[in-house]
């Protein structure tokens, strides 16, 4: 049994990189575990790191070394039908000057990054390792994994799951409970290459700015979920997340929704020309709340995807921001609860309370009806086709007939679609206890 770490961090995605250079930053000796050949091998391309000052509360100005593609200025989300689309279009100069509000990346480059940062402050990074268990001592405490590995057993008092949405250890130590089809989602993923010019020219952008695109409605065919498009240096990063339980109920092969995702006539002219360069898929936690893993418990720690720290809201998509948060705050009470000689749950107790004071489990909280809400059937399969109808009721143009009020639009698409204005009373009602109120 290999012995002399404090600590082993399992996984060298943004919590556990951010984990390991917590510990090695509060000087304590600590071993990084990464499955592929190096960080972000595993990954897929195709992200948005938001809320970037919980980055830079680790690396203090990290947009001038980090590899980011473009600052995000602006957002649009899209309502689809088969032929249409209706958009919400914000921009803002205050998102393209420091503090910034967001930032496109391609993870490879990224992870690879981050973990480089671990690896400086004095983290030992291991690659090509999977830690399939962990190892307890004979009161059942953690004490260190088991890796695929010849003689491979790694002792430490300190374990940081940070492994993955199929976290091995977090379920192996009994604080991940069995995940369904409703509480992951399959996200599959291009990489579009296109020359700088006619991307800024297209997408209207300067400089480094860039852009992001939700859409929501008939681009996924029916399947609970949505897609997205974002901006890169020289390339677009595009894809449909799908509930898995939703994907097996309509029989659909994801690559289909991708291809039907490309074609649709609001998303065909944004990537015309460009040259597939990648494509991937991985799972993803969105069930919010309610798939939260047990944060602590004797010898170990959960961070990231695989305590379920992945926000899926519709409004908000986010998740690389919480990854990094919950790593730090873990490696920071690990450092504590070394120093002061006491591993056990209770002695890392004050991982749930940085959590708490940094804003991170008030979140899930406050948003706990949201993800099972734009999951509904009505959200992403009904109300996209009547919100568009509404929008070509109103503002087509026939010579020769009176124009329409918007109240008879309204309840002439209802009608249509055979939806009882109780049924949309009701559904405000849930939508504004899942983001109003």
Not at 188 to 217: C, M, N, P, S, W
Not at 244 to 265: D, G
Not at 356 to 362: I, T, Y
Not at 393 to 409: C, D, F, H, M, Y
Request: hydrophobic share 45%; net charge neutral.
């Amino acid at each position: 049994m290999t012995t002399g770490f404090d600590a082993v961090v399992a996984g060298a995605g943004p919590a556990g990189s951010a984990a390991a250079l917590a510990l090695a930053r509060a000087g304590r000796s600590v071993l990084l575990l990464e499955r592929g050949e190096f960080p972000g091998s595993k990954n897929v391309s195709g992200a948005a790191v938001y809320s970037p000052d919980v980055l830079e509360a680790l690396v203090p100005r990290f947009w001038e070394s980090a590899p980011v593609e473009r600052v995000l200025t602006r957002r649009v989300i899209c309502v689809t039908s088969e032929e249409s689309s209706v958009a919400l279009d914000f921009s803002s100069r205050r998102f393209a000057s420091p503090p910034y509000n967001a930032f496109s990346v391609l993870r490879p480059r990224f992870d690879r990054w981050l973990a480089d940062q671990a690896v400086a402050a004095g983290a030992v990074l291991l690659c090509s390792t999977v830690a399939d268990e962990v190892l307890r001592d004979g009161a059942g405490r953690v004490r260190g994994v088991r890796v695929r590995r010849e003689g491979g057993e790694i002792a430490a008092p300190v374990v940081i799951a940070a492994d993955g949405v199929n976290s091995f250890l977090a379920r192996g130590a009994g604080l991940q409970r069995e995940l369904t089809g409703h509480d992951l989602s399959l996200g599959v993923k291009e990489v579009i290459a296109l020359d700088r010019h006619t991307l800024e020219e297209r997408f209207q952008l300067e400089g480094d700015q860039g852009v992001t695109y939700e859409f929501l409605g008939s681009v996924t065919g029916g399947v609970a979920g949505g897609s997205f498009l974002y901006t890169n240096r020289e390339s677009l990063s595009l894809g449909v997340i799908v509930e898995i339980a939703s994907l097996a109920e309509h029989r659909v092969r994801p690559h289909e929704l991708l291809e039907r995702f490309r074609a649709h006539p609001t998303v065909a002219p944004l990537v015309r020309g460009g040259r597939l360069v990648e494509y991937s898929a991985h799972m993803v936690p969105e069930a919010g709340q309610r798939m939260l893993a047990t944060l602590a418990g004797d010898g170990i720690l959960v961070a990231g995807d695989a305590a379920g720290l992945c926000f899926a809201t519709g409004l908000y998509l986010e998740g690389i921001n919480y990854a990094i948060a919950s790593g730090r705050a873990a490696g920071e009470a690990a450092a504590d609860a070394l120093a002061a000689g006491d591993t056990s749950a209770a002695g890392l107790a004050g991982y749930r309370r940085r959590l708490e004071e940094r804003g991170v489990l008030p979140d899930f909280r406050r948003f706990r009806l949201a993800p099972r809400f734009v999951m509904g059937e009505r959200i992403h399969g009904l109300y996209p086709g009547i919100v568009t109808g509404i929008a070509e009721r109103v503002l087509r143009s026939e010579g020769g007939r009176p124009k329409q009020k918007l109240l008879p639009a309204v309840t002439g698409e209802l009608r249509r679609a055979g939806v009882p204005l109780r049924r949309v009373l009701r559904d405000l009602w849930e939508g504004g206890r899942a983001f109003g109120w």
